[in-house]
């Protein structure tokens, strides 16, 4: 094979297939993957797009030819999805290169090869034609070209378009942790999911500095939420709780006091320090027995079982799941109930105090977190008021008990003190800084 150019023969392959038409398929998969794997490395970004479009797209595009690309000849055995993953490979073989390498400027490129009209179905097409035309035309219609068009959007926070653009770092998490999905996109994902995260994390404290000094040029850092003035209060708000009753300290302790529990005994326990300092009106009272009858009954054949580490994860994911989205596909009732009555800030911090006990649940939170974007983007935004100012509080929370950054809240006007800090956050100021790990 040439390493700077693949062809595939119909002729060839038609012949092949009538042996054994799995076999040949794999052969031509491997052998479709291995030569971008390679030109990846040696080809411009240019040249790779133009083998991409030489192998998938061109023939098909063109006005009149009834010429399709040899590779389909491989799939026409009514094998649409095997050309389906075969698309979606060698894109993501491609895209996680050039992510790697800072070349995300061709990603749109490549996106935009299926988006021609010349592609559409015509009706002076040949049968083979159409066949072929309607395969790239659902793989468009795709959640997989969906998920690819997210590598090629700029995540800027502000930009306009859909209101779920702005959490595609959740969305990419669900991509990266998905075993359906090619090594190569899991890996891309996971690669921009983080790189979106710091650069919210960066510009959240930016704008910290930025608000709280008078010298600062306010164009220069933006406010990555879109909360407006509040973020602020709100930032003020998260971190007051510091020292010995911080939700840390408090997570420590409630780990070391449920070791070799009995599932009863940790369910009742788990569900006391999730509402500790959490407000007992009656719409709180309300969902907070909910929560505590869903509970209680999950494994209940399992409530004179010692609490494993397995099974402390599986309760926790547990949690996660009555909180969000239960069954993968709706919002659980818990959620809706919690963020129409208000209480969006109460429920971030409920599941804040989760992932503090439970480390290794937070890629299922964020899993969860979203599916629950991908149930509410087919309502209009202005129905999703509750949902996106979950999203915000979320974001900000979870950046500022990120691992890699500390902050802290310091008075800074005495003649503002009072017994309750919470009216007097203007006398307070935001200061972060990086945390530095020492090895023992």
């Known amino acids: 094979m040439n390493p700077n150019s693949l062809s595939i023969n119909q002729e060839d392959t038609h012949s092949v297939t009538s042996n054994s038409s799995q076999i040949n398929v794999q052969i031509a998969q491997e052998e479709v993957y291995s030569f971008f794997m390679e030109i990846v490395k040696s080809l411009s970004p240019d040249d790779i797009l133009r083998e991409f479009k030489s192998l998938f797209i061109d023939g098909l595009d063109s006005e009149d030819s009834d010429y399709i690309p040899g590779i389909y000849s491989v799939f026409l055995d009514n094998n649409e999805q095997e050309l389906c993953n075969t698309l979606k490979r060698c894109c993501y073989i491609i895209v996680n290169n050039w992510k790697t390498n800072r070349k995300d400027k061709y990603i749109q ?12 179905i015509k009706k002076n097409n040949a049968p083979i034609v159409k066949t072929c035309k309607t395969w790239l035309e659902n793989f468009v219609k795709s959640k997989d070209y969906q998920e690819l068009k997210l590598f090629a959007a700029k995540y800027d926070e502000s930009s306009k378009g859909h209101w779920v653009n702005r959490y595609s770092s959740y969305l990419l998490i669900d991509q990266s942790v998905n075993k359906n999905n090619p090594r190569e996109q899991q890996e891309a994902a996971r690669k921009l999911s983080k790189q979106i995260k710091e650069k919210f994390k960066f510009e959240l404290a930016m704008y910290i500095a930025r608000s709280q000094s008078a010298v600062s040029s306010a164009a220069r850092y933006k406010n990555p939420s879109i909360l407006g003035d509040q ?10 709780k510091k020292g010995v009753f911080s939700h840390e300290n408090i997570a420590h302790i409630f780990i070391k006091q449920t070791q070799n529990q009995t ?9 006391k320090y999730l509402f500790l300092c959490v407000g007992k009106q009656e719409s709180v009272e309300t969902w907070k027995q909910q929560f505590i009858d869903t509970l209680s009954v999950w494994k209940k054949d399992y409530n004179q079982e010692t609490v494993t580490k397995d099974l402390f994860l599986r309760t926790c994911n547990r949690v996660i799941d009555s909180l969000t989205i239960e069954n993968g596909k709706e919002a659980s009732s818990l959620f809706i109930l ?26 299922h939170l964020e899993t969860r977190i979203a599916h629950l974007i991908r149930f509410y983007e087919h309502y209009p935004e202005d129905e999703c008021k509750g949902v996106i100012n979950f999203m915000e509080i979320f974001n900000i929370t979870f950046a500022i008990y990120a691992e890699n950054v500390e902050y802290n809240l310091i008075k800074m006007d005495e003649e503002k003190q009072s017994s309750n800090p919470q009216f007097n956050l203007d006398g307070y100021r935001v200061f972060s800084q990086m945390k530095v790990y020492r090895h023992k």
């Not at 490129?109 to 559409?120: A, G, P, S, T």
């Not at 973020?231 to 007051?240: G, H, S, T, V």
């Not at 409920?350 to 890629?363: E, G, P």
Request: glycine content about 2%.
């Open 338 to 363: 919690l963020i129409t009555q208000g209480h969006a800030l109460t429920l971030v911090i409920i599941l804040l105090k989760i992932v503090l006990i439970s480390k290794n649940s937070r890629r």
């Open 109 to 120: 490129e490549l996106v935009n090869l299926f988006v021609n009209d010349n592609l559409k």
């Open 231 to 240: 973020a602020l209060r709100l930032i003020k708000a998260i971190i007051l």
């Open 263 to 271: 599932l009863e005994e940790f369910k009742i326990n788990l569900e």
